[in-house]
């Protein structure tokens, strides 16, 4: 369970955990360079406009390397859209980091980045009380072709 504290004092959490299946928080370059450990079935990165672009690219390659073969990546982040829900978002980050290191992405630098990796990469807005811009990334690799089933005949 993550604290209260703010998100440059993030460190990797384990937040959730199932059959086949860890979830963590990542908020620090560490983490990427460090690795997230074996293959699961579902994968989570949340509050990645905290760490830098070289950063965010290899734990998204990390992550996406340490999945099932049937795995999913969820990747919650923010958008750069609307301007009044990412200028709140950055005024935050600003007050609660004391710094201006944000690399926020668009949707089609998100796209752009896991497209390649993942046959299917849908994106779903967040509502949320505060004027924040979440969304989530829900990336997988669909069987394009049906398999076949034997019926036993």
Request: glycine share 6%; hydrophobic share 40%.
């Amino acid at each position: 369970q993550l604290g209260d504290e703010g998100p440059a004092d993030l460190q990797r959490r384990r937040v959730g955990s199932g059959e086949g299946s860890d979830v963590f928080a990542v908020a620090t370059p560490q983490i990427a360079r460090d690795g997230i450990g074996v293959a699961a079935h579902q994968r989570e990165a949340r509050a990645i406009h905290h760490i830098d672009d070289v950063a965010k690219a290899k734990l998204l390659e990390t992550c996406r390397d340490h999945l099932a073969k049937d795995g999913r990546l969820i990747v919650k982040d923010v958008t750069t859209h609307p301007f009044p829900k990412i200028f709140f978002t950055w005024a935050l980050d600003v007050l609660m980091t004391r710094g201006f290191e944000m690399w926020y992405w668009s949707e089609s630098r998100f796209y752009e980045t896991l497209t390649p990796n993942f046959n299917r990469v849908e994106m779903y807005p967040i509502v949320d009380w505060l004027p924040y811009p979440h969304v989530i990334y829900l990336c997988e690799n669909v069987p394009l072709v049906p398999e076949k089933i034997d019926l036993g005949l």
